[in-house]
């Protein structure tokens, strides 16, 4: 009981610490009091002090900046790129939300811009990263078994970059980490069907395994999905459909599944097994 508590105590900790950790390391002391000062600026010199806070990594003054300059010079000639830094400023400093919204709104005013293509990009990244969150960091889990919204929304901004910029310098970016967020996508299905199975609604197991089949060729989740779905078949007594759903997995997968399924453990049992608990 002693040692339980006393493991309780340390993750408490932790879970205070670690954030403040992270917040004092994106936290930079004014190193300018004339940054107060800036009724006299030109656009240029608030560009360069928001280029040079971005350097020293201390994004919130940047933003500050950014959003000086954008307000104060909204047609300058550092007007859309203005637009664009802050976008990254903001997912710099972890503010996914609203650097979407820059991003977005970026897109929308400068359709033709040719840097737009790098607006695209940067949506993906920011949802990329989005379902990340601060305890994930210290315990990965699983990322197939997230709620895919994030990796959906994604997925959609590096497609669409790759379909209207083909040759854009972020495109052999974005088709690796689409092929990634495909593979997850089509796990996260196999893991749903697997719940199915576990409930007995064997119905919806067997059609989240035809989804697999049908939206996800070509991925690892593949074979899983054929096994669910004989299993699947089986229980409900449709016999047929049992056999062909086992005939194709042993006719493409004879060794079993190209990729072995990646193995890790989920953040709760990660927790629980911390504590030395049982579920």
């Not at 929304?153 to 689409?178: C, H, I, T």
Request: charged residues 25%.
């Amino acid at each position: 009981m002693r040692l339980f508590l006393i493991k309780i105590l340390i993750f408490s900790c932790l879970a205070v610490a670690l954030p403040g950790c992270e917040a004092l390391k994106n936290f930079k002391f004014n190193d300018s009091s004339s940054d107060l000062d800036n009724t006299d600026w030109d656009a240029k010199k608030f560009h360069d002090k928001a280029q040079a806070a971005m350097d020293a990594e201390n994004y919130q003054k940047a933003i500050k900046h950014y959003e000086t300059l954008e307000a104060r010079f909204p047609f300058g000639e550092y007007a859309a790129q203005t637009q664009l830094d802050i976008a990254y400023a903001y997912y710099k400093n972890d503010d996914s939300e609203s650097a979407i919204a820059a991003a977005e709104r970026f897109i929308k005013i400068h359709p033709r811009n040719p840097s737009v293509d790098y607006a695209y990009y940067l949506k993906g990244l920011v949802n990329f990263n989005k379902s990340i969150g601060f305890i994930e960091r210290f315990l990965p889990t699983d990322a197939t078994q997230r709620n895919p919204s994030n990796i959906s929304e994604a997925y959609k901004s590096f497609q669409e970059l790759v379909s209207r910029y083909p040759n854009s310098k972020y495109a052999p970016d974005a088709k690796q980490r689409m092929i990634s967020l495909r593979n997850n996508m089509a796990m996260y299905e196999v893991h749903v069907a697997r719940f199915y199975l576990k409930r007995r609604a064997y119905i919806a197991a067997a059609n989240r395994g035809s989804y697999v089949i049908k939206e996800f060729q070509r991925t690892p989740a593949v074979p899983h999905a054929l096994l669910v779905m004989q299993q699947a078949y089986t229980k409900l007594g449709l016999d047929d459909l049992a056999a062909d759903a086992k005939r194709v997995y042993e006719q493409n997968y004879p060794n079993g599944p190209l990729v072995p399924e990646h193995q890790q453990t989920t953040l709760a049992q990660k927790i629980w097994d911390f504590f030395g608990l049982d579920q």
